[in-house]
């Protein structure tokens, strides 16, 4: 059964950093494409980072120049390294495939006081 355990949350001040890890149980995980979602209450889930299994990485727009996707295979670990915070990151963060994803974990609250 697939798990996905998320940490590394909390609250900070606008400009700080947080470094997310997301442990994941999976079959396979060094073959696939990982990614940090996020979501605010009454708005959908967005990606906002993805690693590919080569290390190739993707971001969006809002979050380019200030987060850091990253992986270690050998332990089945995904990091997003968030730095130079805003408070419109505030929510909470998820980990999971892309495309499919598999069941999500519970998440881990990022708050960004201005």
């Known amino acids: 059964q697939v798990q996905l355990v998320e940490s590394g949350g909390g609250s900070v001040t606008a400009g700080g950093s947080l470094r997310l890890s997301c442990a994941a149980s999976v079959s396979s995980f060094r073959v696939r494409t990982m990614g940090w979602y996020r979501q605010t209450p009454g708005k959908q889930r967005d990606l906002v980072a993805s690693?590919?299994?080569?290390?190739?990485?993707n971001y969006a727009d809002s979050v380019k120049g200030r987060f850091a996707i990253s992986r270690d295979n050998a332990k089945k670990t995904v990091f997003l390294q968030m730095n130079s915070l805003k408070a419109e990151d505030t929510a909470v963060y998820y980990c999971?495939?892309?495309?499919?994803?598999?069941?999500w974990g519970q998440g881990t609250q990022v708050t960004v006081s201005s």
């Open positions: 999971n495939q892309v495309v499919p994803t598999f069941s």
């Open positions: 690693i590919t299994n080569t290390g190739a990485t």
